[in-house]
């Protein structure tokens, strides 16, 4: 579940997903960003804000071989209205546990999904006591964007005899 957190620094916006489609680093896409000036009262840019924040943007971008079009795609890819209740595209994941002798030995990860921006918590039905931790993988192919690439099994701590 979940899997969808951003840093509070991007305001809601995925920039992990939106900086790896570019293929960036996410602090880049950050500086970039930092250059847009948002359109007033919720409505969109005029024509001329929106050529300044493009120019912005691209002034930081293009020295990375980012070109506008793909900057239109990736950011067309992953544009959302969060004040309507709407998230980024995303894939839901799916796993299997592989159980041997009542005990979680590995899980075999069968559909990878997509659109991830944090590692989701992964629970196992009926063994809540088992820690997985997730591992995600972030490209330029946006449907294998913010996928799963493994889930593992996490050893229990041993217990101290310490008081």
């Known amino acids: 579940s979940g899997g969808y957190d951003t840093d509070p620094k991007d305001r809601g916006r ?3 997903l939106v900086a790896a489609g570019l293929g960036v680093p996410t602090e880049i896409f950050r500086k970039a960003f930092s250059g847009v000036t948002p359109a007033r009262g919720g409505g969109g840019p005029s024509p ?5 924040n493009k120019e912005a943007l691209m002034k930081v971008l293009s020295p990375y071989k980012v070109t ?3 900057l239109d795609q990736v950011s067309n890819y ?3 209205r969060r ?3 709407e998230l980024w ?30 590692p989701p918590a992964a629970t196992i039905q009926g063994m809540t006591a088992t820690k997985l931790a997730v591992t995600l993988f972030f490209d330029k192919e946006l449907k294998k964007n913010g996928s ?12 101290s005899s310490e008081p």
Not at 48 to 52: G, P
Not at 150 to 158: N, R, T, Y
């Open 14 to 16: 995925p920039v992990v």
């Open 48 to 52: 001329e804000q929106a050529r300044q």
């Open 68 to 70: 506008n079009e793909r």
């Open 78 to 80: 992953y544009r959302y």
């Open 83 to 85: 004040d309507r209740g």
């Open 89 to 118: 595209k995303t894939i839901p994941a799916k796993a299997e546990a592989v159980v041997e002798n009542g005990v979680v030995k590995r899980i075999e990860v069968k559909e990878t999904g997509a659109g991830y921006s944090s």
């Open 148 to 159: 799963i690439s493994k889930i593992e099994v996490m050893p229990d701590k041993p217990q």
